[in-house]
């Protein structure tokens, strides 16, 4: 009978063992002040590309062509310069998207990451760096001849954009414009049917 009890024991100490472990475990995570490794749009941590987590864009990403390539294709070219883990990119990345969606098949929509900017004492005016004035999100526009027609800091919205590419395409100013819309798909589909 004796040896009985001392096998059962033996079986019900590696389990016991195995418990005390995982109820120390458990007592150390809810003792410990653990910081949330979330990210999400109105923090500045890193959870991914901006354009494919925000945007719902991943299309941008790598850019099609270099700036020195658009520049001498005579294209228009916005760059747009980023960090993927800045709140205020973060919540940018849908203008530089919905510039895409309207202006993506006739000019050239470059996305650039600051960090991809290797340091150099000087520039060609051809890269990227040559452009970037040290804040994000930053915008550079540029017409058919190369020549920079807009250059700003911050949250630019899509309407200025927008009408540096209307004044570079020859179109009605917003003003005297209808507004842009762009169909869905059953509107589309609707219309045929009539």
Request: net charge neutral.
């Given at each position: 009978?004796?040896?009985?009890?001392?096998?059962?024991?033996?079986?019900?100490?590696?389990?016991?063992?195995?418990?005390?472990?995982?109820?120390?475990?458990?007592?150390?995570?809810?003792?410990?002040?653990?910081?949330?490794?979330?990210?999400?749009?109105?923090?500045?941590?890193?959870?991914?590309?901006?354009?494919?987590?925000?945007?719902?864009?991943?299309?941008?990403?790598?850019?099609?062509?270099?700036?020195?390539?658009?520049?001498?294709?005579?294209?228009?070219?916005?760059?747009?310069?980023y960090v993927d883990?800045?709140?205020?990119?973060?919540?940018?990345?849908?203008?530089?998207?919905?510039?895409?969606?309207?202006?993506?098949?006739?000019?050239?929509?470059?996305?650039?990451?600051?960090?991809?900017?290797?340091?150099?004492?000087?520039?060609?005016?051809?890269?990227?760096?040559?452009?970037?004035?040290?804040?994000?999100?930053?915008?550079?526009?540029?017409?058919?001849?190369?020549?920079?027609?807009?250059?700003?800091?911050?949250?630019?919205?899509?309407?200025?954009?927008?009408?540096?590419?209307?004044?570079?395409?020859?179109?009605?100013?917003?003003?005297?414009?209808?507004?842009?819309?762009?169909?869905?798909?059953?509107?589309?589909?609707?219309e045929l049917t009539?």
């Amino acid at each position: 009978m004796n040896t009985i009890k001392w096998r059962f024991l033996l079986n019900f100490i590696p389990n016991w063992r195995r418990l005390f472990s995982l109820f120390l475990l458990l007592t150390c995570l809810l003792l410990t002040n653990i910081q949330s490794a979330f990210a999400g749009i109105d923090n500045d941590r890193y959870d991914g590309n901006i354009f494919v987590v925000y945007a719902g864009n991943g299309s941008l990403i790598p850019p099609k062509v270099t700036l020195a390539k658009a520049l001498a294709e005579h294209k228009p070219t916005l760059l747009a310069f980023y960090v993927d883990d800045s709140s205020d990119c973060k919540k940018y990345a849908i203008v530089i998207s919905t510039v895409q969606e309207y202006y993506g098949q006739v000019a050239e929509i470059i996305p650039v990451t600051v960090d991809s900017i290797l340091t150099e004492k000087t520039y060609n005016s051809t890269e990227p760096g040559y452009y970037y004035s040290g804040g994000v999100p930053q915008v550079v526009v540029f017409n058919q001849s190369g020549e920079v027609v807009l250059n700003k800091k911050g949250q630019v919205p899509f309407e200025e954009i927008d009408e540096q590419f209307r004044k570079l395409f020859d179109l009605l100013p917003r003003s005297e414009s209808v507004p842009l819309k762009r169909r869905a798909f059953n509107e589309l589909n609707s219309e045929l049917t009539r």
